[in-house]
């Protein structure tokens, strides 16, 4: 099963912009889905973004539509999420996720549907 160690997060001012990153090791990266969720205090953890095991195909959450961007390069086992536009409500613990998948072009949002999870960075946005 692959390791996911997640780095990246901070404090920063509403409007600014923060990446996260995810270094994978221990299997093959490449044939992994790869998902960011985050839980804010007091909150159930929510879907964020997902991206296939290519990179081809990619779902975002309505509320970070437009201003995150998941990406992911397979050379070096590594997801990011580039995160512009920051708004306090924003402010949660960010974790990374993998899926071991057979299909190539396949995502969900589904965070039950993943089977190894980092230990979540935190992100604290200020108004």
């Known amino acids: 099963q692959v390791q996911l160690v997640e780095s990246g997060g901070g404090l920063v001012q509403a409007g600014g912009s923060l990446r996260l990153s995810c270094a994978a090791s221990?299997?093959?990266?490449?044939?992994?889905?790869m998902g960011w969720f985050r839980q804010a205090p007091g909150k159930e953890r929510e879907f964020v973004a997902a991206?296939?095991?290519?990179?081809?195909?990619?779902n975002y959450a309505d509320s970070v539509k437009g201003r995150f961007t998941i990406s992911r390069d397979n050379g070096k086992n590594t997801v990011y999420l580039q995160m512009n536009s920051l708004k306090p409500e924003d402010t949660a613990v960010y974790y990374c996720?993998?899926?071991?998948?057979?299909?190539?072009?396949?995502?969900?949002?589904?965070?039950?549907?993943?089977?190894?999870w980092g230990q979540g960075t935190q992100v604290t946005v200020s108004s």
């Open positions: 221990g299997r093959t990266f490449s044939g992994y889905i």
């Open positions: 991206i296939s095991r290519s990179g081809g195909n990619t």
């Open positions: 996720a993998g899926k071991l998948s057979d299909a190539y072009y396949y995502i969900t949002n589904r965070g039950f549907e993943y089977d190894a």
